[in-house]
């Protein structure tokens, strides 16, 4: 039998962790694995070009029972404050996805604000407002200018077909007539 690996993790107090030779220094204060933060952060780095677009995925918290985001109630009003959030500029969105227990986004951020900052005041709202529990922290990836032709378009169709892989729709044509809801650009 072979001996498990050690697991390299210290603790940092209020170093800053440099991932770029050149770059601005992170001030990080959490545990570090194999010289990677336990827990990433979420601004936009400055080399991100402006516009950049990001698949987002923010689910509940499944250790709750709760109602599910698309009930048709709730899920107008999701689907509004992501509206809102876009009318006032905080986001642009390609695709905005309402699944029973989590949504998925394609989603693009002010420059001016953190991608954390922004997601987490809309969460933050939805807790607040109507109970929703949200899983600590969501998913994201970056689309590289590279992933905006071809790419997009399979990002969007994994997107869409979420809930007919899920069996709530026969086929994508039909989302937003109650199993699942959505916002298109």
């Not at 985001?69 to 992501?82: I, K, W």
């Not at 990836?141 to 169709?157: F, I, T, V, W, Y």
Request: net charge positive; glycine share 6%; proline share 5%.
């Amino acid at each position: 039998m072979s001996a498990k690996p050690r697991l390299a993790w210290r603790c940092l107090t209020t170093r800053p962790i440099n991932l770029e030779a050149d770059k601005r220094p992170i001030d990080n204060d959490v545990m570090l694995y194999r010289g990677f933060p336990s827990k990433l952060h979420h601004a936009v780095p400055h080399w991100v070009e402006p516009g950049a677009l990001f698949h987002v995925r923010v689910a509940l918290d499944r250790e709750k029972q709760q109602r599910q985001l698309t009930e048709p109630a709730l899920a107008q009003r999701l689907l509004d404050s992501a509206r809102f959030y876009e009318s006032r500029q905080c986001w642009h969105i390609t695709l905005f996805l309402l699944m029973p227990d989590h949504l998925h986004a394609l989603l693009s951020f002010a420059r001016d604000q953190t991608m954390s900052g922004v997601i987490g005041d809309w969460k933050h709202f939805h807790a607040r407002k109507h109970g929703i529990m949200w899983q600590e922290g969501y998913f994201d990836h970056r689309l590289r200018n590279d992933e905006r032709g071809e790419q997009l378009s399979a990002k969007m169709h994994y997107i869409r077909q979420n809930p007919v892989v899920d069996g709530l729709c026969a086929n994508a044509r039909v989302i937003g007539r109650g199993s699942s809801s959505a916002l298109h650009r």
